[in-house]
């Protein structure tokens, strides 16, 4: 089909350019390229504005985008046309009424053909299966998070947090069924409860790897559907009460936590800044000092010509304070700052790793 520039529409008499032997206008009158119907339904969830399409749910941002993505599907090409550039503008008559308005603009023998066509969208709210689900606190699982102390440290609770939901907002990317649908207090900690056995288990060991502590898995039967025992399983994991980097008072001394596992701590004394282990079975017994709060900077007053002590000027108290230097600490000079731990109104200088 030849573009023509130089002749007449053989149906209105305009002058060219043409399509064939019609103009554009008449060629969209007789080809009809874009169509849809006079109506298009849309079942919308007004908790989390998906869409249902067919017989699946399918997440938006709002509901004006649930009403585009039905007009979307609803457009019908002719067939044999080159795929169009398609835009919607949406008019609302009401709040469950819209009117799409249509543009497809089409590339036919390099002249540029535009379409327009016209719909009413009504919008049938219905809350999908997982909202209702979610509000009616449905889950499959418990995660349970404790610590060994008898309060959960908020910080620490509000990372573990942090984590889980983000864990669960990026499957739900993949898989929109998994939500949690209550947390809860507790004395202790924190209950989490969840849409899904699978992905908890899943969350459980990550967090229980991230800790380097065990899960703890218990099932209780709960029914059964078609034949199949149905259960609600609980994970439990209990965050140790101290984290690489934190202090503690023990029997042999303050010392540093060099390495978290799940039985025992790897630790630093903070007087002669030598490595041992302690079981974890021992740290009910011990204060725990955290480490944001207790490390500061002190200034070098002196430092004896052999190396073996200096003075530090306590950034709390400004007194002076005389500290042996451990063996492999690396070389200080007066007016020099160096980190400092204070605990229990004692310094010591932080432990130095290389």
Known sequence: MGRKTDEFCVQC?????????????????????????EYVDVEHCPVCHARKRKATWIDFEDMDQAVEDAVMEAVSIVQGLPDPVLSIGLRQQDKLVYVADVEAIFIIDDAEVAARAETTVRVKQNVCGRCSRAAGNYYEAILQ?????????????KKTQEIIQKHIAQRQTMDRNVFISKIEQVKGGTDFYVSSVGETRVLANKLADRNAVKVHESPKLVGRQDGRNIYRVTFLVRLPNVTIGDFLMIKQGPVMVMVATSRKLKVMGLLDHRVFSIENE????????????????????????????????????????TLRIPKEYPEVEAGQTVKAVRIEDELYLLPWVR
Request: net charge negative; aromatic share 4%.
């Open 13 to 37: 008499g305009c002058p060219g350019p043409l399509i064939g032997p019609v103009c554009s206008a008449c060629y969209i009158e007789m080809e009809q390229p874009l169509k849809l119907p």
């Open 282 to 321: 021992t740290l009910p017994d011990s204060k725990v000092f955290h480490k944001d709060e207790h490390i500061h900077e002190a200034v070098v007053v002196s430092v004896e010509p052999d190396g073996s002590e200096l003075e530090l000027m306590d950034p709390v108290g400004y007194q002076s304070r």
């Open 145 to 157: 998070i404790r610590t060994s102390a008898r309060d959960l440290d908020p910080e620490t609770m």
